[in-house]
């Protein structure tokens, strides 16, 4: 008798679990090849996120609104994939019909089932011991196009994987990183090409965008990202400094396909923090670039920190987005800059439209008719330190903003910290990092403001903001669902309503999110995912 | 067929030894063995440094006193991961694996690494560099009798729950951020030791010093050592209300109590 309650017993639970686990319908293949015009037309497959800023104009907004203010209560834990590599997780998943892709730390890739999270394949990179490496070791994303997987690799390789199997087609090294270079995001497909950043702007490389043959690996252009010889803007570099002048370019641009434009932000001018030696406003460093879609050309440039002597990248995923801005539509470009100003751009044009504070600053007193800031004299870092606001970090970073077409709002996390800046004579070693100095907080990092910020675009205007405590550094997703979703350094994933910032939902991860969200449906269902110190969260609304 | 062949059995294991041998004999050159650091100036403490500052401060913090955003460790305190010189050579050179700990790079002279182990030695309180007035054993009963500390003091389990624990206290102070805490206790307060007052929604108050606190939630202990958790969306408000819950001893104690009890707070150690 007990045994067949047992039996019984196991039955039933033995069906449950079937049940959860089944799709309902006939089992179909997974995984069709993504073409650009696919790419193109992300917007209108919104089951699917088909490249790390979720479509071109990198507005991380999905359509989907099956999950929605209404319902988010009753969002529901599905599945935890658990990154073997203890390390903490960057990653932005794509999702291509039914199959998540995820990259891992140091330079890694696994293909599992988007309902399930298990396995279909992985691919580990192979990677020297000496890596020269700013900053952790992370991997943000892949990009895809027909059948094969584009990454980045800490060595400073661009890999090209099958999608289907994970087998590698082609492997090709994007510079050397004995001399400093690496490289941690996302590509960005752009036509038949590959567009790829580089990092290593704490090792005194030269920084460039480069666009290679998705088919063959070879490279198509490269564009520097800072002026050199020929070059007329070469004299905002005094002497030979241009050479050492850093200017990374490591994290994923946007393109417009109308205008055949990519935009892609660069980062600080080398050595970081000692700009004794570089004088200059050092272009392009910090700033806004706008390449020709097919020759990388420089079409136009916008400079947000003029010879920068704090490591305020502008390394933030430019959103673009055509709104009314006094009283006609415009083509604009958004961005909340790591030097705590936010700027509404002119996006065919590069001109400045409007610029204001977002996040607790002392450096500039404002921004002129052109957007270039009117600086505080005595807040350039000195031997004995000074205290500037935002910190190193930033107003905000690399952490991706969204915008919601829904509510018009553009929205960032946001941190109003201080720190003290020092600077420090230092010689270029090639491989050895060249900075010129450092920062360090002066109060416990509890008593700083952190927040997400909502931004009207055509004013600058802050619409409202929701208090993040201690500090933030994940990314934003917008939904057709009138929410937003986001994490904190505290372990919180949560879902706020995008319209005023009321809360609606959370759940403790446990450890730090430091990835941005993002949402996709399988057969019929939603889904939303996020990573949390090295393990990769699913959830969705109850069966 | 080879399996069943001697010689094939006899090269084999030669082989294997000789790649044992070889591993051995690597492995003892790429560590380092504990002969002691033959760079050990005040001289090779400032090289150090000065090294300290361009490749690792970026993770460890211009003070070493490790990363809030980057997860690196507190230098400036005992070494989990090390216990010696050689060890902490080792990691140096060789990193951590699996972490973001990644290895100088190859060509980084000895010499380099030692000093960088000097350095990360000279930001730890050794109590042989101190020369303190004060009597350990003096301070031991001014700690236990007028200054009653262990009312809210931990030492080895013994004592109070509203303030720090002291076990270890020597390791982590020198001698006169010790002081400074007991005449001053309010220059300084570590937010795990804020005093919160939170008004619930029927208005009654709690207060209690903040044990955590993060978006969503904080959560206190109360005199009486009672542990509360709000959710903020759940109470009324939540504030701040002093800076420091310890007395200042300035006035309470004379100037040789506190430098006996600055003596025996610096002596607690973790091999004592």
């Known amino acids: 008798m007990k045994q067949l309650a047992i039996l019984l017993l196991l039955f039933t639970f033995g069906s449950l679990s079937l049940a959860q686990e089944l799709r309902e319908g006939p089992v179909t293949p997974a995984f069709t090849p993504v073409s650009w015009e696919r790419l193109v037309n992300a917007v209108d497959e919104p089951e699917n996120w088909l490249m790390y800023s979720s479509t071109l104009d990198s507005q991380r907004h999905s359509g989907l609104n099956q999950v929605n203010t209404a319902n988010v209560t009753e969002l529901e834990f599905k599945w935890a994939y658990q990154i073997p590599e203890i390390d903490r997780a960057e990653t932005t998943p794509l999702v291509v019909d039914g199959i998540m892709f995820i990259t891992e730390a140091p330079s890694n890739i696994v293909a599992v089932d988007a309902v399930t999270g298990r396995q279909y394949w992985r691919y580990d990179h192979e990677l020297p011991d000496d890596l020269r490496i700013c900053c952790g070791r992370n991997n943000r994303g892949v990009a895809i196009l027909g059948e094969t997987l584009f990454m980045s690799t800490l060595d400073a390789h661009l890999v090209a994987l099958d999608a289907r199997t994970g087998n590698v087609r082609w492997d090709v090294e994007v510079a050397d990183y004995a001399k400093g270079y690496s490289k941690t995001a996302a590509p960005l497909i752009v036509k038949d090409k590959v567009i790829t950043g580089i990092a290593g702007g704490e090792f005194g490389i030269r920084g460039f965008i480069d666009a290679y043959d998705a088919q063959t690996g070879e490279l198509a252009w490269r564009t520097y990202t800072i002026a050199g010889p020929g070059n007329p803007d070469v004299s905002s570099w005094s002497d030979d400094s241009w050479e050492t002048g850093g200017g990374a370019s490591w994290i994923t641009g946007s393109y417009d396909v109308e205008l055949n434009l990519i935009y892609w932000g660069t980062g600080n001018p080398g050595p970081d923090w000692n700009g004794d030696l570089r004088l200059g406003d050092n272009l392009y460093s910090d700033s806004a670039l706008a390449l020709n879609g097919d020759t990388g050309e420089l079409e136009w440039y916008f400079q947000f920190t003029p010879h920068d002597v704090h490591d305020w990248d502008a390394i933030q995923v430019p959103i673009l987005a055509d709104i009314q801005y006094q009283g006609r539509e415009r083509k604009v470009m958004m961005w909340a800059n790591r030097n705590a100003f936010y700027y509404t751009i002119d996006r065919e044009t590069g001109k400045f439209l409007l610029g204001n504070p977002y996040a607790l600053q002392t450096w500039a007193t404002g921004l002129d008719s052109d957007g270039r800031p009117i600086r505080v004299p005595g807040t350039t870092p000195t031997y004995e330190g000074v205290v500037v606001s935002p910190s190193i970090g930033g107003g905000t970073n690399w952490w991706s903003p969204s915008y919601s077409p829904q509510t018009g709002l553009f929205y960032v996390n946001a941190f109003d910290g201080e720190q003290k800046f020092f600077k420090r004579d230092e010689d270029y070693e090639e491989g050895q990092r060249f900075t010129g100095g450092g920062g360090q907080y002066i109060e416990p990092i509890d008593t700083y403001n952190s927040a997400i910020r909502a931004i009207d675009p055509s004013t600058g205007d802050i619409a409202w903001e929701f208090p993040i405590q201690p500090r933030t550094g994940a990314g934003i997703l917008t939904t057709a669902g009138g929410l937003l979703f986001s994490g904190s350094v505290d372990g919180f994933f949560y879902a706020l309503d995008a319209s005023d910032g009321s809360e609606l939902w959370h759940k403790s991860l446990g450890q730090r999110v430091h990835s941005a969200p993002m949402s996709f449906a399988v057969d019929g269902k939603q889904y939303v995912t996020v990573a949390a110190g090295n393990v990769v969260f699913t959830f969705g609304l109850p069966e | ?272």
Not at chain 2, 105 to 131: C, G, K
Not at chain 2, 157 to 176: A, F, H, I, K, T
């Open chain 2, 1 to 272: 067929m080879r399996w069943n062949n001697p010689f094939w059995w006899k090269s084999s294991l030669l082989s294997w030894v000789i790649l044992a041998l070889s591993l051995t004999i690597l492995s003892q050159s790429a560590t380092a063995q504990d002969e002691g650091n033959l760079y050990n100036t005040g001289v090779d403490a400032r090289m150090g440094e000065r090294y300290f500052q361009r490749q690792c401060s970026r993770c460890h913090g211009q003070d070493a006193k490790g990363g809030d955003e980057t997860g690196a460790p507190d230098l400036t305190v005992n070494l989990s991961g090390a216990s010696n010189d050689a060890g902490v050579y080792n990691i140096i050179r060789a990193g951590i694996q699996g972490t973001a700990m990644l290895p100088v790079p190859e060509d980084t002279p000895d010499s380099t690494v030692w000093q960088l182990v000097t350095y990360i030695n000279s930001l730890r309180t050794d109590p042989a560099n101190f020369d303190l007035p004060g009597s350990p054993s003096s301070g031991r009963m001014v700690y236990a009798g007028k200054g009653a500390c262990a009312s809210c003091h931990m030492i080895n389990g013994q004592g109070g729950r509203l303030g720090p624990d002291l076990s270890r206290v020597g390791e982590q102070r020198d001698p006169d951020e010790i002081k400074t805490s007991l005449t001053d206790p309010g220059e300084t307060v570590s937010p795990r030791w804020w005093t919160m007052r939170v008004t619930q929604q029927d208005g009654s108050i709690v207060e209690g010093l903040r044990m955590n606190e993060d978006t969503f939630g904080i959560r206190i202990i109360d005199q009486d050592a009672n542990l509360w958790s709000f959710h903020k969306n759940q109470i009324q408000s939540y504030e701040r209300v002093q800076d420091s819950t310890m007395p200042g001893y300035a006035q309470t104690l004379t100037e040789s109590e506190i430098d006996d009890l600055v003596a025996y707070l610096f002596s607690l150690r973790k091999e004592n």
